[in-house]
Structures are given as structure tokens and as C-alpha cells.
């Protein structure tokens, strides 16, 4: 079995920044897919930002150019946060998987909230 754990959420003021990380422990023999995604309320779970199969980056839309996906070795991975909107308030969940864009790990979710 695999543990995912989210850190670093909370509460921000609009056009602050947050980074939120995510270390996997257990049974980690081979990852080869990290991500993030959120759910807002009422939402449905939406893809924030992951690896692809090259090593890149990619993001949604909504997030280009403001949020920064980045990991240090095969258990950690971290999502900065920056210039943060009242849209981005979300519950934020840490994905891994063993093949590419599969998402057989879940982490709890962590609430991010944006608001003056």
C-alpha cells in the first residue's frame, strides 16, 4: 500500500501564494505518473497539473503561468501557488500512479481557501 499526505493548505488572501506538498510512504516499488488535482465545491475533481510521460509539465489552463508543479525525488511532490484567485479555493488532492496518467494513489485532500 501506498500513503499519500498533503501539506501546506490553509487560508490566503487573494493574490497571495501557498505551496502545497505531498510525500508518499509505503510500498513504493515504481511511480511513474504525480499530479494534483481539486475539487471545488459543487465541482466536479478537476486536473490541476502533472507530469507527463516526458517529464514535463502540464497545466490547466486556469493555472498556466501562476501555479508551479515540481517534485524532488519519486515520493515528493509539490504544488507553488502563486497569485492565487477566490476561484482557485478548492480541496486539493496528491495523485501517483505506476504507469503514466494512471492514478492508482490518493492522498486525503488538503482545503485551500482564498478569500479577503
Known amino acids: 500500500q501506498v500513503q499519500l499526505v498533503e501539506s501546506g493548505g490553509g487560508l490566503v488572501q487573494p493574490g497571495g501564494s501557498l505551496r502545497l506538498s505531498c510525500a508518499a510512504s509505503?510500498?513504493?516499488?515504481?511511480?511513474?505518473?504525480m499530479g494534483w488535482y481539486r475539487q471545488a465545491p459543487g465541482k466536479e475533481r478537476e486536473l490541476v497539473a502533472h507530469f507527463t510521460r516526458g517529464g514535463s509539465t502540464a497545466y490547466a489552463e486556469s493555472v498556466k503561468g501562476r501555479f508551479t508543479l515540481s517534485r524532488d525525488n519519486d515520493k515528493n511532490v509539490y504544488l507553488q501557488m502563486d497569485s492565487l484567485k477566490p476561484e482557485d479555493t478548492a480541496v486539493y488532492y496528491c495523485?501517483?500512479?505506476?504507469?503514466?496518467?494512471?492514478?492508482?494513489?490518493w492522498g486525503k485532500g488538503i482545503l485551500v481557501t482564498v478569500s479577503s
Open positions: 495523485t501517483m500512479g505506476r504507469f503514466s496518467y494512471v492514478t492508482d494513489y
Open positions: 509505503g510500498s513504493i516499488f515504481s511511480i511513474n505518473y
